[in-house]
């Protein structure tokens, strides 16, 4: 997706040898994997090793004495159990945050109702302002589009303040004319190619900005009510989280998010509230620099992060989602998405990840 500006550079950093660590990580007994023995963990070539690798859910489920540096957030008013780094002070970890019917519903809605104009995606500065993109997706539908022809024309907003001329459409595969000139994608396709969309104040990736001139929707109220609620941990003493802007992340099998700093929002003392939907993944929290050897972690789907101040400060990344084993992970997704309308999604979220993401802008 997303990283490290200079590849070359951060190949000699603590934090980018620890996102190859991860990203080549080949899990045991996968099918079609060789039958020879394979070398001892932590060996070039062989399958790797995740014992480093801190599992909330699991201390979680021993209650017993915590490792060295982890401790328990004690928050009045909150019900969830809350986990913390004594050394990296302002991260906030909430594991099961969300009953696994409330990650159903974020999940429908994070690919039914976030992609929807006004919001910006990454397939916005392509194919334009594209409605109504996961009932194309599902009914296999194709988007047409079709320039400089003698179709009538619809002026189209980009969303970046560059308008063109384009007429384009969903159409079943038998109403496409041959020999038209016209360009076609399958939504299916499209819907693959999903990678980012942004609600409330909209986020322009090409200069890393918030633009209030750009189009935009109130984030929706039962989501800001959820930051709010989940937010507290993190918040001063007193004062309530303010919901503003959200990313909504979504990664295929292969994706990776690389380290980063989230430093757009004018105070780092409000967190950045992080939901995790949908496939396991490994998240790094690292330090200030990339040179610091990051703590990576299990993130999985009903899990939320919150990231405030200090924390707000240091590089973190997904290198790595899990899509080939354990799906009894999601099984509780599986075996509550397994009716005939969310056979779409269902298929979807067994080979992908959905992060939301909301913060406070100003």
Known sequence: MYGASDPAAADRTAFRRAEKQYKLYKPPNLKGRSRSR????????????????VD?????????ELPAGIGRSNCAGFDHPVFCFLDRPGFYFIPGALSTEEQCY???????????????TNLTAIYGSISDLFVAAKNRKILVEVENSDVQEKEQNNGDGKTESK????????????GE????????????????????????WSKRNYDVSLPHKRI???LANLAKNMAIPAMPFGEEFKPEAAIVNYYGPSDMLGGHVDDMEADWTKPIVSISLGCKCIFLLGGKTRDEVPTAMFLRSGDIVLMAGEARERFHGVPRIFTESDQQEISALVSQLSGEDDCFILDYIKNSRININIRQVY
């Open 220 to 222: 929706p109220d039962a």
């Open 38 to 53: 394979s070398k001892p963990d932590g060996v070039e070539g062989g399958c790797g090793d995740l014992s480093a690798v």
């Open 181 to 204: 000139g016209c360009r076609s994608t399958r939504a299916t396709t499209l819907m693959r190619k999903l990678r980012w969309s942004t609600l409330g104040l909209q986020f322009d």
């Open 167 to 178: 007429y384009s459409k969903f159409v079943e595969d038998s109403e496409i004319q041959k």
């Open 56 to 64: 909330f859910h699991a201390l979680l489920a021993a209650d017993g």
């Open 106 to 120: 974020w999940i429908r809605e994070s690919l039914k109702t976030f992609p929807q104009p006004p919001n910006r």
